[in-house]
C-alpha cells in the first residue's frame, strides 16, 4: 500500500521560504506514468494544485504560482520536495502531496498525504 | 484554465436518500478527464471517480458518475452515514488541473 507522509516547517515568516518534504513508502518514485505532486487547501477553502515532477524529473508549475515555486525529487531517499518562495499570508494553507495518475498530459490524484498546515505569520 | 463551478453549495438531506451533485466546467473538458473526490473534516481527499465515470479501486457501487463537455454529475445512490462530507470535482483534460470549491452534503 503506498503511503505519502509530509513534513517541514509549519510556521514561515512573510517573505521567507516555505519547505515540505514527501517521504514515499510502499512504492518506488522512480515508477513510470505518475507524477508526484503538491496541493493545498486554505483554511475552510477549496483545493489548488500547486505543481508536480515527473519521475523523469521534469517539474511543470501552476503558472498563478510558477514564479514562486520549485520542486525537486531525492531519490535516493525516495522522497520529494517544495519550495515556495516569498510567501505571504495568503499562502497559508494546509499542503498536500499526493501521487498523480497520467490521462495524456495531465494527471487526477489516487493517493494522498495526510496534509501538513503551514502558517505564514511574524 | 478551466473553472469548475459545483452546484449546490450545501445539500441537506437525510441517511438513504438520493444524493445528486452537479459540476459544470466553464468550457469542455477533453475526453471527460474528470474526476471526483470525496473529504472529511480534517481528512486528505479521496478519490471517488475518474474518467467521469470510472470508480477508483474499493469505491462502492452506490456512488455513480456521469456527464461529458462541460455537465458532470456525481450521485449517491442511497446516502450511508458515512457518506456526509464535502466532494470536489477536478479536471485534468487541460492545463492547469483545477477543481471545483466544494458540495457540502450534510444530515438533514
Request: proline letters at 5%; a positive charge; hydrophobic letters at 30%.
Amino acid at each position: 500500500q503506498l503511503q505519502l507522509q509530509e513534513s517541514g516547517s509549519g510556521l514561515v515568516k512573510p517573505s521567507q521560504t516555505l519547505s515540505l518534504t514527501c517521504a514515499v513508502s510502499g512504492g518506488s518514485i522512480s515508477s513510470g506514468g505518475y507524477s508526484w505532486s503538491w496541493i493545498r487547501q486554505p483554511p475552510g477553502k477549496g483545493l489548488e494544485w500547486i505543481g508536480y515532477i515527473y519521475h523523469s524529473g521534469s517539474t511543470y508549475y501552476n503558472p498563478s504560482l510558477k514564479s514562486r515555486v520549485t520542486i525537486s525529487v531525492d531519490r535516493s531517499k525516495n522522497q520529494f520536495s517544495l519550495k515556495l518562495s516569498s510567501v505571504t499570508a495568503a499562502d497559508t494553507a494546509v499542503y498536500y502531496c499526493a501521487r498523480g495518475i497520467v490521462a495524456t498530459t495531465n494527471y487526477y490524484f489516487d493517493y494522498w498525504g495526510q496534509g501538513t498546515l503551514v502558517t505564514v505569520s511574524s | 484554465e478551466i473553472v469548475l463551478t459545483q452546484s449546490p453549495g450545501t445539500l441537506s438531506l437525510s441517511p438513504g436518500e438520493r444524493a445528486t451533485l452537479s459540476c459544470r466546467a466553464s468550457q469542455s473538458v477533453s475526453s471527460s478527464y474528470l474526476a471526483w473526490y470525496q473529504q472529511k473534516p480534517g481528512q486528505a481527499p479521496r478519490l471517488l471517480i475518474y474518467g467521469a465515470s470510472s470508480r477508483a479501486t474499493g469505491i462502492p457501487d452506490r456512488f455513480s458518475g456521469s456527464g461529458s463537455g462541460t455537465d458532470f454529475t456525481l450521485t449517491i445512490s442511497r446516502l450511508e452515514p458515512e457518506d456526509f462530507a464535502v466532494y470536489y470535482c477536478q479536471q485534468y483534460g487541460s492545463s492547469p488541473e483545477t477543481f471545483g470549491q466544494g458540495t457540502k452534503v450534510e444530515i438533514k
